[in-house]
Nanobody
Framework: QVQLLESGGGLVQPGGSLRLSCTASGGAFRGLTMAWFRQPPGKEREFVAATKRQGFGTSYDNSLKGRFTISRDNAKNTLYLQMSSLKPEGTAVYLC????????????????????WGHGTQVTVSS
């Protein structure tokens, strides 16, 4: 059973930066497909970014590419999301997700493909 714990959320001004972390336990981190999703207030959960198992590639929501960077440190069992040039519409609960399966690129944005979820960390972008 994989457990995920997010951290790093908070209040940031528009244009600012923030780095989120997700620490995994209970599984072989290197073999997990990992992803970030977010759920804005009153809206459905949406895909942010993902990284394949063994580090075999990344995928981003097109609207976030260039401002958000996903990375993983297999030695620390930790997933990161570096966010820059944040906008007010980036206000959301950011959730970490994991799958034991080697997902193909076209499946990475599908939240139904992930078996494990963290509780999320709140990010508020406001002046």
């Amino acid at each position: 059973q994989v457990q995920l714990l997010e951290s790093g959320g908070g209040l940031v001004q528009p244009g600012g930066s923030l780095r989120l972390s997700c620490t995994a336990s209970g599984g072989a981190f290197r073999g997990l497909t990992m992803a970030w999703f977010r759920q804005p207030p009153g809206k459905e959960r949406e895909f942010v970014a993902a990284t394949k198992r063994q580090g075999f590639g990344t995928s981003y929501d097109n609207s976030l590419k260039g401002r958000f960077t996903i990375s993983r440190d297999n030695a620390k069992n930790t997933l990161y999301l570096q966010m820059s040039s944040l906008k007010p519409e980036g206000t959301a609960v950011y959730l970490c997700a994991a799958s034991n399966r080697g997902l193909i690129t076209s499946s990475l944005a599908d939240d139904q493909q992930y078996e494990y979820w963290g509780h999320g960390t709140q990010v508020t972008v406001s002046s």
